[in-house]
Nanobody, 120 residues
Framework: QVQVVESGGGLVQPGGSLRLSCAASGSTFRINTMGWYRQAPGKQRELVAT???????NYADSVKGRFTISTDNAKNTVYLQMNSVKPEDTAVYYCAVVFVSVVGIQTRYWGQGTQVTVSS
């Protein structure tokens, strides 16, 4: 029932901007944390940014000052604003959502991923 759907990926030139969106639906439980991860060819999946309870943010050092994570709580949606992108940002970007039940059980769901390619 739970759906996590990313959108906004594509081809962008170095120095350009891109905004990714991720909408979560299908659960009656509340969302504790939403985040973005990425995986480049031949590399492990790595954390990009997370936001907890719509307020507390955490960023990888490689994207600090360039990327911004935010949420629209009414829509259960998380965004990743990517500015000043670099070729090294090329990867499949995945959205992760952590739901928390009334008894405190946490469950993580992943989106299908969206390709971001930074190239001239």
């Amino acid at each position: 029932q739970v759906q996590v759907v990313e959108s906004g990926g594509g081809l962008v030139q170095p120095g350009g901007s891109l905004r990714l969106s991720c909408a979560a639906s299908g659960s009656t439980f509340r969302i504790n944390t939403m985040g973005w991860y990425r995986q480049a060819p031949g590399k492990q999946r790595e954390l990009v940014a997370t936001i907890t309870r719509g307020t507390s943010t955490n960023y990888a050092d490689s994207v600090k000052g360039r990327f911004t994570i935010s949420t629209d709580n009414a829509k259960n949606t998380v965004y990743l604003q990517m500015n000043s992108v670099k070729p090294e940002d090329t990867a499949v970007y995945y959205c992760a959502v952590v739901f928390v039940s009334v008894v405190g059980i946490q469950t993580r769901y992943w989106g299908q991923g969206t390709q971001v390619t930074v190239s001239s």
